[in-house]
């Protein structure tokens, strides 16, 4: 089947503004992923969902950052006021299960410009 | 190794040869690490992995070796290719709540005609 998905590949906004980004996991994988690359760099984690456990919002940078997602399917990733320093790519990642171990797939990313 | 800033990193062999990306890992208490490949563009790939109870795990011209005691981990790329090129990143999984990948900042690979 299709892999991670993601929408859209590119994004270019204003400071102030707010915007959301997509992804779609692998259908049946219940684990679901968001982390932040800037430039250069590795990847930081966001935020993680697993099935209808609450999700760990632990890497949040502020509270200008939110995420949801619709049972084990989409997941929306919404950034408010957006700030010059939230450029960078953000990646989403699914697993099947999260036990430990699980393979995460990435999906393409969305590259945000906050001008 | 670390990055500071932008400054990847950077590893350049000839075609080839074998290539060895290293990586320093943080956490005592991880448990499963997992080499990435990400080619320009593009999400990471998924390249190989290896649990705690291991101290090496070979695939398809890839070998990684762990070295738990100075928590350091190593990728051995065998005749490396032109598609070989990208930045390489180590992750490691620590056993907790949440399953996060803490990865770290990337060796960027060249491969030389």
């Known amino acids: 089947g299709a892999g991670v998905s993601q929408s859209p590949s590119n994004k270019v906004t204003e400071k102030g503004k707010d915007v959301e980004l997509r992804c779609d996991p692998i259908s049946g994988h219940t684990a679901l992923y968001w982390y932040r690359q800037r430039l250069g760099q590795g990847l930081e984690f966001l935020i993680y969902?697993?099935?209808?456990?609450?999700?760990?919002k632990s890497g949040l940078p502020s509270d200008r950052f939110s995420a949801e997602r619709t049972g084990e399917s989409v997941s929306t990733l919404t950034i408010q006021r957006t700030q010059q320093e939230d450029s960078a790519v953000y990646l989403c990642a699914s697993s099947l299960a999260s036990g430990g171990g699980d393979e995460q797939f990435f999906g393409p990313g969305t590259r945000l410009t906050v001008l | 190794g670390e990055s500071v800033g932008l400054h990847l990193p950077t590893l350049s062999v000839q075609e080839g040869d074998n290539s060895i990306i290293n990586c320093a890992y943080s956490n005592s208490a991880s448990d499963y690490f997992i080499w990435y490949k990400q080619e320009s563009g593009k999400g990471p790939q998924f390249i190989i992995d290896?649990?705690?109870?291991?101290d090496k795990r070979q695939g398809q011209r890839v070998t990684v070796l762990l070295n738990k005691t100075v928590k350091h981990l190593s990728l051995q790329i065998a005749a490396t290719q032109p598609g070989d090129s990208a930045v390489y990143f180590c992750?490691?999984?620590?056993?907790?709540?949440?399953?996060?990948?803490?990865f770290g900042s990337g060796t960027q690979l060249t491969v030389l005609p």
């Open positions: 992750a490691e999984n620590m056993r907790g709540s949440a399953r996060q990948l803490t």
């Open positions: 290896i649990r705690s109870n291991m």
């Open positions: 969902f697993q099935g209808n456990s609450a999700p760990d």
